[in-house]
């Protein structure tokens, strides 16, 4: 008789035993009750049942808890059932709202087109992705606020998901970065993935979970290009247009046929302020004073003068949504041709130009305005700087009838800032930020740009100029492309209550009124730890979005506001421009309400990215910077405890980084969420938040775009 040998019944044993286990897998999936039956039993239960009840009643065993609870998924995405903290029951008879969400690690909010954004918790959003489209029913939470409870997933997010990948057994999942939830379960594609990669994942709901196709894997962790590369790709932001829209852009004729019925400036003082690096200009003024009232004419480029609807590359400008602004890198909206070119207001070049005319009063009230198409001659290119200098006096090279003009200019923008506050307007004057760069684009430094007066010169004016324009289009219609701005939810309000206190400063919300922003930023000007209460500050606000609608804007303090001044750049603006033109009579652009919504939606979305991969490939080149200093002392204050750690902000650079409580291997720390402190069980050692520690840099991870630090000493 042949011997079998013992690798031989080990892989038998190992056949018989998947066997059994896809044997039982199918008769626990066959035995589980069927959507109907669970659908019955819910709609006739008198109060909300959980996944205990439902074997239960079934008299099914544990063992049948997965296969039961992802049916019960099932059907509360597709809406038949409502899952509320573990419970489930049938959907609210009540309306319903339909949105994109955007996820903040364990909470989020829904962006739809009713106003003010509904908050989504913990429990809501654990099963969902950034930019999923979803429907919640709205309803009052336990501490008084309005909160969306999840009715279905209309669709799943379009645009690659970062995620981090963990595997189990066999599979392959991937986390969203940042997140513990959901799992994704991976198909590899032709990548070989390992525990820890970094992927690129297309997401589709598959049968009772999420499944996901690699299309991307990280390489090169230690590549700052490539990182960068990543982070653009994981955003959908692509910088090279396609061979279609490059050959429209070239056949655009830019003879002086446009020229012809336009109101003529070019004889006027026009003149663009702009940073010394700026790649395009698309906004110039003019100004003068008569008998008490202020001449203001804003001049922003003409760009539907050249951008046609119907074009590959105006399909190409919605699709990006924006202009994405990158360390010494512009991924622009339009082809180069039109804004760095024909669109942009260079010195001593006859421009197309969509002009509002104001007649302002010595209280910066608008008596009257007018919008035309029009055609500049830039007088003068000025920078932030040069401005600043001839405001304070030193007007050495600059020709008189230029440094007049700023001067009237500056005193200007004195009598509408203060109108603009007296109405509500919150002036942040925050410092950025910025990057000193070297001659081959290595950072140098990290500092915070100080605010320049001569930047609010240009500020106010197209503030200004963004009123008239939304002022027009509400008069004419109820639809439009208005920027609107939600008021601050109450718990982005205690968060900040909870965080000034803690940093003994005597300013307290009760109702988040603009008046109370007012106060406070006024008040906490004064303090030592001011850019970083600020910062706090800002965050307690909501987001600005678009909308067809027309709301309000809060942060402003306005009942009309919209984006008219950066068509170069923002592709709402283009749509304004071509409202107003309709309006004019000059084009016939389509006033559809349905797709006006679906605009307004998709460039808040794309804004949203955008600004996702600026801050993630800033922090990105900080993290490079701060290679260098690894295993030295930082000085940093706690920000935020959380039940793992404390995440710190340094004091002398613009990031922030974490600490967590297993390397504070001491003691073993309890987290105190109700005092935003934690105490040692044995030492009494105690840290709370806002307090000023020193701590050395142990770890930089520029792939996970994290930095983790340990208390020194």
Do not use: W
Not at 405 to 417: A, T
Not at 620 to 637: H, K, N, P, Q, S
């Amino acid at each position: 008789m042949k011997k079998i040998s013992a690798k031989k019944k080990t892989g038998e044993k190992t056949l018989k035993k998947a066997a059994k286990k896809s044997e039982r897998k199918k008769r626990v999936n066959e035995s589980v009750p069927r959507k109907k039956e669970l659908l019955d039993f819910i709609k006739t239960a008198k109060s909300p049942r959980n996944i205990k009840d439902v074997l239960e009643r079934f008299k099914l065993s544990k063992s049948h808890r997965m296969a039961v609870k992802r049916v019960l998924r099932e059907m509360a995405v597709s809406g038949d059932i409502q899952k509320v903290r573990n419970k489930y029951m049938l959907p609210d008879t009540g309306g319903s709202v339909s949105g994109i969400i955007q996820v903040k690690k364990d909470f989020g909010f829904l962006l739809n087109d009713r106003g003010d954004d509904v908050f989504l918790g913990k429990n809501t959003v654990r099963n969902l992705l950034d930019g999923d489209e979803i429907d919640v029913y709205v309803k009052r939470s336990f501490k008084g606020g309005m909160e969306g409870v999840l009715k279905k997933v209309i669709s799943r997010v379009k645009t690659p998901v970062m995620c981090r990948v963990k595997k189990f057994g066999p599979f392959f999942h991937g986390y969203p970065a940042g997140r513990d939830e959901p799992a994704i379960k991976l198909d590899p594609g032709g990548y070989i993935l390992e525990h820890g990669d970094i992927v690129l994942v297309k997401v589709e709901e598959g049968a009772g979970e999420l499944r996901g196709n690699v299309i991307s894997r990280l390489e090169g962790t230690d590549n700052k290009e490539v990182l960068k590369k990543f982070i653009l790709e994981a955003n959908d932001i692509h910088g090279e247009f396609s061979s279609e829209v490059l050959d429209e852009a070239e056949k655009i004729k830019t003879d002086k046929s446009g020229i012809s019925g336009r109101y003529d400036m070019r004889e006027e003082t026009v003149i663009t302020i702009d940073p010394f690096d700026a790649k395009d200009y698309d906004d110039a003024v003019s100004l003068e004073k008569k008998d008490g009232i202020y001449n203001l004419g804003v001049h922003i480029a003409d760009v539907t003068a050249f951008l046609k609807e119907n074009t590959k590359m105006d399909a190409e400008a919605y699709a990006r949504g924006l202009s994405t602004y990158l360390p010494a890198e512009v991924i622009p909206m339009l082809p180069e041709k039109l804004s760095n070119n024909i669109c942009s207001l260079v010195e001593g070049e006859d421009r197309l130009v969509f002009s509002v005319f104001m007649k302002i009063n010595g209280k910066g009230e608008v008596e009257s305005y007018e919008i035309k198409e029009s055609v500049i001659r830039n007088s003068f290119r000025m920078t932030y700087e040069q401005a600043q200098e001839v405001i304070k006096g030193n007007k050495k090279d600059c020709p008189e009838k230029i440094s007049g003009m700023l001067v009237l200019m500056d005193e200007l923008k004195n009598i509408l800032r203060k109108n603009l506050i007296a109405g509500g307007m919150i002036d942040f004057s925050l410092g950025e930020p910025v990057l000193i760069l070297s001659g081959d684009n290595e950072v140098i430094d990290v500092k915070r740009k100080e605010g320049l007066d001569s930047y609010k010169l240009v500020e106010y004016f197209m503030i200004y100029a963004n009123i008239c324009a939304a002022d027009f289009i509400a008069e004419k219609g109820t639809r439009g492309m208005f920027r609107t701005h939600p008021k601050p939810d109450s718990k982005d309000l205690d968060d900040f209550n909870r965080f000034a206190a803690a940093l003994g400063m005597d300013v307290y919300f009760e109702k988040g009124t603009n008046r109370e922003f007012q106060k406070i930023f006024e008040t906490i000007k004064a303090h030592k730890m001011r850019y970083f209460a600020e910062k706090r500050l800002l965050r307690a606000m909501q987001l600005a979005k678009y909308s067809e609608k027309n709301p309000s804007h809060f942060g402003l303090g306005l009942e009309r506001y919209t984006h008219f001044t950066s068509p170069i750049r923002r592709y709402a603006d283009v749509i304004v421009h071509r409202i107003i033109k309709r309006y004019l009579g000059i084009e016939g652009y389509a006033l559809n309400a349905d797709k006006l919504r679906e605009a307004a939606m998709h460039i808040s979305s794309r804004e949203a990215k955008s600004e996702k991969a600026e801050n993630d490939i800033f922090r990105l080149y900080v993290l490079f910077f701060l290679r260098d200093r690894l295993g030295e002392t930082a000085d940093i204050f706690i920000s935020r405890l959380t039940k793992n750690g404390m995440v710190v902000e340094f004091l002398d650079y613009p990031v922030d980084g974490f600490i967590s409580f297993e390397s504070l291997g001491d003691d073993y720390y309890i987290f105190d969420e109700e005092r935003q402190m934690i105490s040692g069980k044995r030492t009494k050692k105690i840290f709370r938040l806002g307090d000023r520690i020193s701590a050395i840099i142990v770890s930089i991870k520029p792939e996970t775009l994290k930095i983790e630090l340990e208390i020194s000493g």
